[in-house]
C-alpha cells in the first residue's frame, strides 16, 4: 500500500457545500458579497486535558486551547471514587463545563476498566460487582448527560479475561460471565443512561485478536458507535504504510475509527524487545534536540497519513506536556519548564494555518448559490454585515439560507 501524501490529506477532507441565499419570498439573492470563516473542525483533534485550568487558564492550558479542539477527561474509577460512594463528581464536572465554555468538545475515559478498578470491589461478591458497574455507569454518565457527548465504554477488552498484574474484580467477573457479556453490561448500561452519547469500545491491541472480539460483539447485537486505536509509540514511529494498514484492516466494520492515545517521543527510544510498555522503568528520560527534531517530523507525516483515511473521525494526543507524561517519557508536546518543542509548533501549523480556512471573500452567483469548500466543521458567515453560524457537512451538499425579512427588505429597497 502506498503512503498517503499531505494532496491525499486535503483531497479526502475538501468539502464543496452550494449555498443558496433566498430573501423572504423564497427568491434567490444574486450578487451578495460574503465572508467565510472557519470556527472548528468536523474530525476531532483532540488531546487529553487531565491537568488543565480552563476558567482561569494558565500558560499550559492556553497552549492546549490554541491546538486542540477535543478534550479526554479521566474517569478511572480507582481514582474516581476511591472510596465507595465519594465519587469526584464536582472537580470533573467544573473541569468540564470549563472546557466546553471554550467550545471544547469533551469525551470521557473510560466507564470500565480492569485496570485500576477499585481494590474494594474485590471485597464484593460478582453479583454486587455487577450491580455496582451498573451504578457506577449510570452515575457518571446520567451526571454528564449534556456535557460529555461520548465514552469509551469500555478499555482493553483484548486482555480483559487473561489480565494477570494485578487481581481486580473485573477480570474476575470477566471469567465468570464471559468477555462479551462484561462489554454488554458496558454498552448497555451507558446506552440507558443517556441514548445520545457516543459509546466507544477502545484498545491497545491492533493485532487480529482484537478484531475477533469485535467481531464477537457484532455477532452478539453489542451496539458500538465507534472502535478507538491506541497509538502510542514509544519504540518509534510505525510509519505511514503500517498506520494506514491499520486503518485500512479496521474499517472493514464500517465502524468510524477514533486514533486515541497517540504519542511519539522526543528522546531516546524504548528498546523493541520490551512488550508491556509499563516494564520500562528508568530514572530519568529526557527529551533531546535531535529526538525534538525527529518527532516534530513524524508528527507531521502520522496526521497527514490519517487524516488521508476517510473512516476515522479523530485523533487524540496523549498528553500536551513533558510533565507528569505516561511513564514519565518525553512525549509532550511541550517540554518538562513548559517551553513549546518543535512538534508543538509544527502541528499548529497544520491544524491552524494548513488545515484551516482562515477567510474567504465570496459573492453568490445569478441563481443566488455561493459556493462554500473547506474542511469538513464549523464556519462564521458574513452576509453584507450579518453573521449566520453553518456547518459544511462530511460529504458536502447543497443547503438553503433564508435571511431575516429585515435584510431582506433593506436589499429590495436599495434596488
Not at 23 to 47: I, K, M, S
Request: net charge negative; aromatic share 8%.
Amino acid at each position: 500500500m502506498a503512503a498517503p501524501g499531505a494532496g491525499d490529506a486535503l483531497r479526502e477532507r475538501i468539502e464543496t457545500l452550494e449555498l443558496r441565499i433566498v430573501d423572504d419570498y423564497g427568491e434567490a439573492v444574486p450578487g451578495l458579497d460574503a465572508h467565510l470563516a472557519q470556527n472548528r473542525h468536523a474530525f476531532g483533534f483532540g488531546c487529553s486535558a487531565f491537568e488543565l485550568s480552563p476558567e482561569e487558564p494558565d500558560e499550559h492550558t492556553r497552549c492546549w486551547l490554541d491546538l486542540f479542539d477535543t478534550a479526554t477527561l479521566p474517569f478511572y474509577w480507582r481514582w474516581f471514587e476511591p472510596e465507595p460512594g465519594v465519587p469526584d463528581t464536582a472537580r470533573l464536572r467544573r473541569l468540564a463545563e470549563g472546557l466546553a465554555g471554550h467550545g471544547v468538545r469533551l469525551k470521557g475515559h473510560p466507564l470500565l476498566w480492569h485496570t485500576l478498578a477499585p481494590a474494594w470491589l474485590l471485597e464484593r461478591t460478582d453479583a454486587e460487582v455487577e450491580e455496582l458497574i451498573r451504578r457506577r455507569i449510570t452515575r457518571e454518565v446520567s451526571d454528564f448527560a449534556g456535557l460529555v457527548g461520548q465514552w469509551d465504554a469500555i478499555n482493553e477488552t483484548t486482555i480483559l479475561p487473561v489480565f494477570a498484574a494485578e487481581e481486580n474484580a473485573v477480570t474476575r467477573l470477566a471469567r465468570a460471565r464471559g468477555r462479551v457479556e462484561v462489554i454488554r453490561l458496558a454498552f448497555e448500561t451507558a446506552r440507558a443512561a443517556d441514548p445520545a452519547a457516543r459509546l466507544v469500545l477502545n484498545d491497545f491491541d491492533l493485532t487480529p485478536a482484537f478484531e475477533e472480539v469485535i467481531e464477537e460483539c457484532l455477532e452478539a447485537g453489542v451496539q458500538i458507535d465507534a472502535l478507538g486505536l491506541q497509538t502510542h509509540m514509544h519504540q518509534g514511529y510505525r510509519g505511514e504504510e503500517q498506520v494506514a494498514e491499520i486503518i485500512e484492516r479496521f474499517s472493514r466494520f464500517g465502524l468510524p475509527l477514533q486514533l486515541t492515545e497517540t504519542t511519539l517521543v522526543s528522546g531516546e527510544l524504548m528498546p523493541a524487545h520490551i512488550e508491556d510498555l509499563n516494564d520500562h522503568v528508568v530514572d530519568s528520560w529526557p527529551s533531546t534536540p535531535e529526538g525534538e527534531e525527529r518527532q516534530a517530523d513524524e508528527l507531521v507525516r502520522h496526521y497527514t497519513t490519517v487524516l488521508a483515511q476517510p473512516a476515522v473521525e479523530s485523533l487524540t494526543y496523549w498528553g500536551l506536556g513533558d510533565a507528569g507524561a505516561w511513564l514519565g517519557a518525553p512525549a509532550g508536546l511541550l517540554r518538562a519548564d513548559g517551553s513549546p518543542k518543535p512538534g508543538y509548533h509544527a502541528l499548529r501549523q497544520l491544524l491552524r494555518e494548513d488545515w484551516w480556512v482562515q477567510g474567504q471573500d465570496l459573492r453568490s452567483d445569478a441563481q443566488g448559490v455561493l459556493t462554500l469548500r473547506g474542511f469538513a466543521g464549523d464556519y462564521t458567515l458574513e452576509l453584507e454585515g450579518e453573521s449566520f453560524e453553518i456547518t459544511i457537512p462530511r460529504g458536502g451538499g447543497r443547503q438553503e439560507l433564508r435571511r431575516p425579512r429585515t435584510a431582506a427588505r433593506s436589499r429590495r429597497t436599495a434596488r
